[in-house]
């Protein structure tokens, strides 16, 4: 870095780092999307409570006893299975002449890379994801969960850019309700 021109050595070139520079502001705008998805820097209190082995509580001591019958529904076991498959099976369907996205991996410190590690083998063993061969990639980052750690998230904007979108009419749930609102008192007759 040369400090008496404020000029930068990058792979493509020398950039100025004047802020009103033309080229510097190309280059931030660039830059922009991966830096907004990326909210903070993990700090190292996060990492380690992502890092840290989850303790198993036992559903009977939080469940109230009148709904112990269902204590099934709470178990840790049955969370961490996938629910079998059903008869339909969902496609992203995208705008034709389109290629699925292949994003690039976002900065990532040696730590949040053994977050990473961690979770991709947590929900490899679960079954909840396995190894693809998928032309079409989406990067992921991390963000700092409110009571700290870290939450995985995954960069769809690409391909979402190139969905085609359902159009079909939500219904208003204020009209819904009207509807239905005498609905009980009619059944009981």
């Not at 112990?68 to 496609?91: G, I, N, Y």
């Amino acid at each position: 870095m040369d400090k008496m021109n404020r000029e930068l050595q990058l792979q493509d070139g020398i950039t100025s780092l004047n802020p009103k520079d033309q080229q510097t502001q190309e280059l931030r705008a660039s830059r922009k999307t991966a830096a907004d998805m990326y909210l903070s820097g993990a700090s190292l209190e996060d990492i380690h409570k992502a890092l840290e082995p989850k303790t198993l509580i036992d559903p009977a001591t939080k469940v109230p006893q009148h709904y112990h019958e269902f204590l099934k529904a709470f178990d840790q076991s049955e969370a961490d299975k996938l629910p079998p498959h059903r008869d339909c099976d969902h496609e992203i369907e995208l705008q034709p002449g389109t290629t699925p996205p292949h994003g690039p991996l976002y900065g990532m410190s040696q730590d949040e890379l053994l977050v990473l590690r961690k979770f991709l083998q947590e929900n490899l063993d679960k079954g909840f994801i396995r190894a693809s061969t998928s032309p079409a990639a989406s990067p992921v980052l991390f963000a700092k969960k409110p009571g700290g750690g870290l939450r995985f998230c995954v960069d769809y904007r690409a391909l979402n850019a190139i969905t085609i979108k359902n159009s079909y009419p939500l219904p208003l749930i204020q009209e819904t309700l009207c509807r239905i609102q005498d609905a009980y008192n009619e059944m009981r007759g």
